[in-house]
């Protein structure tokens, strides 16, 4: 079968969608599409379908805004879900000017806005249903490579290494043979997502709508995570507030180990300091992490007004842990959050950003403003588990399949 248009079924126009928006690029798709389904089709008419059906989900999306603050969006359904869970954050894709004829004209890095809204199964112990740093956090080649995973530089690598002679016992936790773990963090059970170019004040109003949409702000408990930036936290106090917001454990780990890392010593010591300062944090000591943070860099000497500022110097390592633990200690109750039933690392917003990059970013890939903002609404629509892709297609007004039906009812009558 060949397509010369868009007018074809909507089963071989979902397939094609689909494609668009799983495959690393619209070539892959057209390919995919005549490989399963028996198309032949160009990657250029993939793209052309994948950006038009897109730019009917922003519309979607934005009209969902536009009824949420008018007061007007009534959610989809009546049963508020017990522990409603928000994360933010935000990933990158590279940019190109429109209208200078053939090849990319001044590329540039562009951030891209991601929300994650999940329904969770939860419970709420009477005690902290794990009092203990989890193994994952203690074993040196895992912190390595969570470290690794968020900054560039990966400092605790050449300090904490798993495979050297000098072996520091690890006593945080118990063995997994001495030890069940118990029935914690919290399950995911349904998925939606956002994702936008605009910015951050743009996109409170969109988060909040499918929030809204989704009966989320009725739930029985609801949590706001984020890494810790100022403009996820603009975010929920304009647009969440009755969230509990809290800071992702896993950048906390990531301040804690490199200034552990800053302040010298064997790979032994340095190994030493940050279970304790891991431990504290999550025990919901922080005030102790800091004293001895605090008390460190009063011994440091600053660097000379006229030298530059490096991101790996000590004095600007230690200070700026600090001033994030400081920014975010009312953040950072784990106890607490734990005994309440709520997460406290943001491991499926890092996932899914990781998936939405997958579609828009890569050295091969440039995307003008209107076409990044078409493909993340069809990324998103085909990453969300509520069929809202399938929904759209079924409901959209130039549906081939509406117009099939309302011919229907018209000869009917």
């Known amino acids: 079968?060949?397509?010369?248009?868009?007018?074809?079924?909507?089963?071989?126009?979902?397939?094609?969608?689909?494609?668009?928006?799983?495959?690393?690029?619209?070539?892959?798709?057209?390919?995919?599409?005549?490989?399963?389904?028996?198309?032949?089709?160009?990657?250029?008419?993939?793209?052309?379908?994948?950006?038009?059906?897109?730019?009917?989900?922003?519309?979607?999306?934005?009209?969902?805004?536009?009824?949420?603050?008018?007061?007007?969006?009534?959610?989809?359904?009546?049963?508020?879900?017990?522990?409603?869970?928000?994360?933010?954050?935000?990933?990158?894709?590279?940019?190109?000017?429109?209208?200078?004829?053939?090849?990319?004209?001044?590329?540039?890095?562009?951030?891209?806005?991601?929300?994650?809204?999940?329904?969770?199964?939860?419970?709420?112990?009477?005690?902290?249903?794990?009092?203990?740093?989890?193994?994952?956090?203690?074993?040196?080649?895992?912190?390595?490579?969570?470290?690794?995973?968020?900054t560039s530089h990966g400092a605790l690598a050449d300090v904490i290494d798993p495979t050297a002679e000098e072996a520091v016992p690890l006593t945080v936790v118990a063995p997994a043979e001495d030890l069940p773990e118990p029935s914690w963090p919290p399950e995911p059970l349904v998925r939606t997502c956002q994702a936008t170019t605009d910015p951050s004040e743009a996109f409170g109003p969109m988060v909040a709508a499918e929030a809204q949409r989704r009966h989320f702000f009725a739930a029985e408990r609801r949590a706001f995570l984020g890494d810790g930036g100022p403009w996820i936290w603009t975010i929920h106090r304009v647009s969440f507030p009755t969230f509990e917001p809290i800071v992702d454990f896993v950048h906390v780990l990531t301040y804690v180990s490199l200034a552990a890392k800053a302040l010298g010593g064997s790979a032994g010591a340095v190994w030493g300091r940050y279970l304790g300062w891991a431990t504290a944090c999550w025990q919901g000591r922080v005030a102790d992490v800091l004293a001895e943070l605090r008390c460190a860099l009063e011994g440091m000497t600053p660097p000379a007004e006229s030298r530059e500022e490096k991101p790996t110097d000590p004095y600007h390592v230690v200070s700026k842990t600090i001033?994030?633990?400081?920014?975010?200690?009312?953040?950072?109750?784990?106890?607490?959050?734990?005994?309440?039933?709520?997460?406290?690392?943001?491991?499926?917003?890092?996932?899914?950003?990781?998936?939405?990059?997958?579609?828009?970013?890569?050295?091969?890939?440039?995307?003008?403003?209107?076409?990044?903002?078409?493909?993340?609404?069809?990324?998103?629509?085909?990453?969300?588990?509520?069929?809202r892709l399938a929904e759209h297609l079924r409901t959209r007004p130039i549906s081939p399949f509406r117009q099939y039906k309302a011919t229907k009812r018209r000869k009917a009558g």
């Open 1 to 150: 079968m060949r397509l010369d248009s868009h007018n074809c079924s909507p089963a071989i126009l979902g397939k094609i969608l689909r494609a668009a928006a799983r495959a690393g690029s619209f070539r892959e798709a057209a390919e995919s599409v005549a490989d399963l389904a028996e198309v032949a089709i160009s990657d250029r008419q993939v793209g052309r379908i994948a950006h038009d059906v897109g730019e009917q989900l922003r519309q979607a999306r934005d009209q969902q805004v536009n009824d949420f603050q008018r007061r007007r969006l009534v959610p989809r359904t009546t049963v508020a879900p017990k522990l409603a869970v928000v994360s933010v954050d935000g990933g990158r894709f590279q940019t190109r000017t429109e209208g200078q004829g053939p090849g990319v004209h001044d590329p540039a890095w562009r951030e891209d806005k991601v929300a994650d809204l999940v329904t969770m199964s939860t419970r709420s112990p009477d005690q902290d249903p794990h009092p203990e740093v989890p193994r994952c956090f203690t074993q040196k080649e895992a912190v390595v490579e969570l470290v690794q995973g968020i």
């Open 323 to 387: 001033g994030y633990l400081e920014k975010n200690q009312l953040r950072m109750d784990y106890p607490c959050y734990r005994r309440q039933g709520l997460p406290i690392i943001s491991g499926l917003v890092e996932s899914l950003i990781k998936q939405f990059n997958r579609r828009v970013k890569g050295t091969e890939k440039f995307w003008n403003e209107t076409q990044a903002e078409t493909i993340l609404q069809l990324r998103a629509a085909q990453l969300s588990e509520d069929d």
